[in-house]
Structure formats: structure tokens, C-alpha cells
T-cell receptor, first 114, second 116 residues
Framework: NAGVTQTPKFQVLKTGQSMTLQCAQD?????MYWYRQDPGMGLRLIYY???????DKGEVPNGYNVSRLNKREFSLRLESAAPSQTSVYFC?????????????FGEGSRLTVL | AQSVAQPEDQVNVAEGNPLTVKCTYS??????LFWYVQYPNRGLQFLLK??????LVKGSYGFEAEFNKSQTSFHLKKPSALVSDSALYFC??????????????FGKGTKLSVIP
């Protein structure tokens, strides 16, 4: 059982380049999330998808776009990368809010923007 | 808006001694509270949660946490620390009644170091 799978694990971009982080879960979860982790800042929510077909902004959505491709996949796109987007990005999934909201995390994608 | 505070950036404890990692929260309704652990270069792993009921909840690896509504706290505890417990610990809160009920808000994390 793979759980939550993120690709790529590492990426180096130049300022202005674009890229997409991919995330897939095999637990049949309805809800999916993208967080970024920065030293001393904890995890901050970028976007989330409560269910297939819906997406909503989190705490720090500027500079990002998302696509909930189907129930399994939730991608995060940086259209024009900036050094401030250097971070570790985590995808997570959970069952709907009728349950406990426990999140299952991927291993992370470490992004460096030069 | 919901928020979480972890007042200690780092906690050091000797192996075999009890450990406590502190967490306080702020929500408008009744909270759902969580603890997660992160080992180096890994994703977060769920440890335990409080949803309702008994204020003392038990979780993975011998950890437990006590929900205290009057002090708005949810401190993580373990009776006897192991070197392998050394990691980054995150407290998180969710307000199931709020407009952002899908959102889980994390604290900034506390680095636990268990000294042999």
C-alpha cells in the first residue's frame, strides 16, 4: 500500500520557470491538501480539495494553482517560480470531515528556486 | 480563526526520563486536536488525536496527550523517553464547526532531543 506518493522528490528551478508537483493517493480519500514547510514556520496550507471537483485556497495561495485531476490525483503548479517559493512541499489526504480529519502525508518535494 | 502555539522551539530530555511537549490552541468552537511527528527528511506521521470523550488520549509509540479545555492546552507526554523519540513534533487544531472546517492548522513545531 503506497499511501500518498509525490513526484519529484527534488527540483531546482530558475526564477521565472514553471513546474508542476504531482500527488497521488491510493486510499480512496475524498480530501487532498498541499502544504509548504519552512524553517520556524511550521506547515502552512496552500490549497485544498474537499472532494473531487472542488478546490479552495488555504493560508498562502499566491503564486500557486492546483488541479484535482480525479479522486486520486491533486497537482500543484508554480507558473513563474520565485526564490520565496523555495520550500519543502507536502501533499496530504484525509477522509471527509464527518470523520476525524486525520491527515496522511507524502514524503515531501524539496524545491529550490535560484 | 483557529491557531496553535508551541511555546518551546526545542526540548531536551535524558533517556528514561518523562517528556512533555507543550501545545495551546485557539478556536471558536470545540476543537479537534492532533499530534504529528516528523523524522528527518520524511513526511509527517500521525501520533494521536482528541475528538471528544476522555480527556486523556493514548497514541502510537507510547505517547499520550491530555486535553484541558479550561487551559486550552493539549500537551504531549511520554513516561519514559527513548533516543528514537528524537524528532520534530507538531500540534494541530481543526474547528469542525467553522467555515474552514477542512483546514488543519499546525503549530511551528518543537524539536525533541533525547540524550543518551
Amino acid at each position: 500500500n503506497a499511501g500518498v506518493t509525490q513526484t519529484p522528490k527534488f527540483q531546482v528551478l530558475k526564477t521565472g520557470q514553471s513546474m508542476t508537483l504531482q500527488c497521488a493517493q491510493d486510499m480512496n480519500h475524498n480530501s487532498m491538501y498541499w502544504y509548504r514547510q519552512d524553517p520556524g514556520m511550521g506547515l502552512r496550507l496552500i490549497y485544498y480539495s474537499a472532494s473531487e471537483g472542488t478546490t479552495d485556497k488555504g493560508e498562502v495561495p499566491n503564486g500557486y494553482n492546483v488541479s484535482r485531476l480525479n479522486k486520486r490525483e491533486f497537482s500543484l503548479r508554480l507558473e513563474s517560480a520565485a526564490p520565496s517559493q523555495t520550500s519543502v512541499y507536502f501533499c496530504a489526504s484525509s477522509v471527509p470531515r464527518a470523520n476525524t480529519g486525520e491527515l496522511f502525508f507524502g514524503e515531501g518535494s524539496r524545491l529550490t528556486v535560484l | 480563526a483557529q491557531s496553535v502555539a508551541q511555546p518551546e522551539d526545542q526540548v531536551n530530555v535524558a533517556e528514561g526520563n518523562p517528556l512533555t511537549v507543550k501545545c495551546t490552541y485557539s478556536v471558536s468552537g470545540n476543537p479537534y486536536l492532533f499530534w504529528y511527528v516528523q523524522y528527518p527528511n520524511r513526511g509527517l506521521q500521525f501520533l494521536l488525536k482528541y475528538i471528544t470523550g476522555d480527556n486523556l488520549v493514548k497514541g502510537s509509540y507510547g505517547f499520550e496527550a491530555e486535553f484541558n479545555k479550561s487551559q486550552t492546552s493539549f500537551h504531549l507526554k511520554k513516561p519514559s523517553a527513548l533516543v528514537s523519540d528524537s524528532a520534530l513534533y507538531f500540534c494541530a487544531v481543526r474547528d469542525p464547526s467553522g467555515a474552514g472546517s477542512y483546514q488543519l492548522t499546525f503549530g511551528k513545531g518543537t524539536k525533541l532531543s533525547v540524550i543518551p
